[in-house]
């Protein structure tokens, strides 16, 4: 199918701000579903302006954008009519001053994954939560209300899992880290949410001892990642002690698998990667940018997994 992509002076423009943003992954998979719905809505239209009339005529671009320019980006998106953007590294918690509204989930997360113009403001959300949980609430879905989590790692992403865990109803949630006073401060800022209730962290050391209670094994943590594939967050030692059919769940979606998820394969239990939660995240944006839930979510994916040299 060709994929052919006529810019007009009705498309639209969607973005990405990072820096930098050269590696980010969201135009590729952005742009094959925005191309999929042009072809989708020509098929139905006879004249080429009904694209517009459609309002599908949409291109998501790469925008590297410095710290201290920020502001004035962000305004000057407002006067160029930008629809909606994804922001990525390092402008998470900066960009949430400059924005009108953010939605519960983002405060809850404290960081903005994506951001829409609505009525001539900007708000905020943060799809990751909707993006991790995907999985657990489709192919895994079940009762996990008398379930325990683990999670390794307490960074940026960590949050979304803890956060997302608390929706699906997890009994327990249990955050190991490496670092105490990021610990600390990673546990006080729940405190007065709901989640703090479930919520409890500790050091490596009660890895051994969680193990095997966990239900659901999360790594967060880098631990695995290309190029230092050979690595995993545990031992096989520790791992031996994970129960049969728990899920271990990495976020690193490259290698695939990674060593953590092939250990825990061999352990019986279920492994799921991330390249799910970075489709689903990616689904999720933009069905607030389109207003639109009918999305070309397996294009999405294979246009992933092509970019990234991964076969099924
Ligand atoms: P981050 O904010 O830097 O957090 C990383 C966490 O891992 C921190 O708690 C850090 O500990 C810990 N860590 C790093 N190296 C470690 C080591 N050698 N031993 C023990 N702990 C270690 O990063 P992030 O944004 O949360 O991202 C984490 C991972 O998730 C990355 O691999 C990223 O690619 C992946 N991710 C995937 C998706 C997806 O859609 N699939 C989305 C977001 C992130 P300290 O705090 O002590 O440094």
């Keep these: 199918m060709t994929k052919e992509r006529l810019i007009t002076g009705k498309t639209k423009l969607l973005g990405v701000i990072g820096h930098p943003v050269e590696h980010s992954l969201s135009p590729v998979m952005h742009n094959a579903a925005l191309a999929q719905l042009v072809v989708a809505s020509r098929r139905e239209a006879s004249r080429r302006e009904d694209i517009a009339q459609l309002g599908l ?19 000057g998106f407002a006067a160029i009519g930008v629809v909606g953007f994804s922001v990525t590294i390092p402008h998470k918690q900066a960009i949430i001053p400059l924005l009108s509204e953010i939605t519960p989930l983002a405060q ?3 960081a903005v994954n ?17 993006g991790f949980i995907a999985p657990l609430q489709t192919t ?3 009762d996990w209300s008398q379930k325990i989590a683990v999670i390794l790692g307490n960074g940026g992403a960590a949050r979304a899992v803890v956060a997302g865990c ?7 949630i249990y955050v190991l880290g490496r670092n105490v006073q990021k610990l600390q401060a990673f546990c006080d800022s729940w405190s007065n949410s709901p989640i703090e209730e479930n919520l409890q962290v500790g050091t490596w050391d009660e890895l051994a001892k969680l193990i ?13 990642m290309y190029p230092k594939v050979d690595q995993s967050p545990l031992s096989v030692e520790e791992m031996a002690n994970l129960p049969t059919g728990a899920i271990a769940y990495d976020l690193i979606y490259i290698p695939k698998p990674t060593q953590f998820l092939q250990q825990a394969e061999k352990q019986g239990a279920i492994a799921i990667d991330g390249l799910e939660m970075l489709v689903q995240q990616g689904v999720a944006a933009l069905k607030i940018w389109l207003q639109s839930e009918t999305l070309p979510v397996e294009v999405m ?9 991964l076969r099924e």
């Excluded at 094994?217 to 631990?223: F, G, Q, S, W």
């Excluded at 994916?301 to 040299?309: I, P, S, V």
């Design 57 to 75: 005529d949409y291109i998501y671009l790469p925008f590297p954008i410095e710290p201290q320019n920020l502001e004035v980006a962000i305004a």
């Design 108 to 110: 809850t997360i404290g």
């Design 114 to 130: 994506t951001v829409s113009r609505q009525d001539n403001r900007w708000v905020g959300t943060n799809t990751d939560i909707e």
């Design 140 to 142: 895994y879905k079940q």
């Design 166 to 172: 608390h929706q699906l109803g997890f009994a327990k």
């Design 212 to 224: 095997p209670q966990a239900n659901l094994l999360v790594n967060t943590t880098p631990i695995g």
């Design 301 to 309: 994916r294979q246009a992933l997994q092509n970019h990234l040299g």
